[in-house]
Nanobody, 124 residues
Framework: QLQLVESGGGLVQPGESLNVSCEVH????????IGWFRQAPGKEREGISC????????TYADSVKGRFTISRDRGTNMVYLLMHNLQPEDTGVYYC?????????????????WGHGVQVTVSS
């Protein structure tokens, strides 16, 4: 069972950037896909980005495409989500999740290992 630890959340103003990180313990990234999800207050958890650990292919939700960039460092078992032009609607708890598969998914049920999440708040 993998352990995932997120870091880097915080409070930013609209238009600012933030980089959240996910450290993966227990295995290398090559056999997993890593997804970033967020959960806004009163809403369901949604998948926003995913990366295939072995080849780095990525997917993005329409709501973040062009503003967020997911990346991974196989040497350090880290996955990053760089977020630009943040808006109040990006506020929520951000989770990273992992699953042993060869294709990305945006569905919560397709991921078995989860971090505890970090709070990202976008407010003026």
């Amino acid at each position: 069972q993998l352990q995932l630890v997120e870091s880097g959340g915080g409070l930013v103003q609209p238009g600012e950037s933030l980089n959240v990180s996910c450290e993966v313990h227990g295995s290398g990234l090559d056999y997993y896909v890593i997804g970033w999800f967020r959960q806004a207050p009163g809403k369901e958890r949604e998948g926003i980005s995913c990366i295939i650990g072995s080849d780095g292919r990525t997917t993005y939700a329409d709501s973040v495409k062009g503003r967020f960039t997911i990346s991974r460092d196989r040497g350090t078992n880290m996955v990053y989500l760089l977020m630009h032009n943040l808006q109040p609607e990006d506020t929520g708890v951000y989770y990273c999740a992992a699953e042993s598969r060869w294709y990305c998914s945006s569905y919560v049920d397709n991921f078995g290992s989860w971090g505890h999440g970090v709070q990202v708040t976008v407010s003026s």
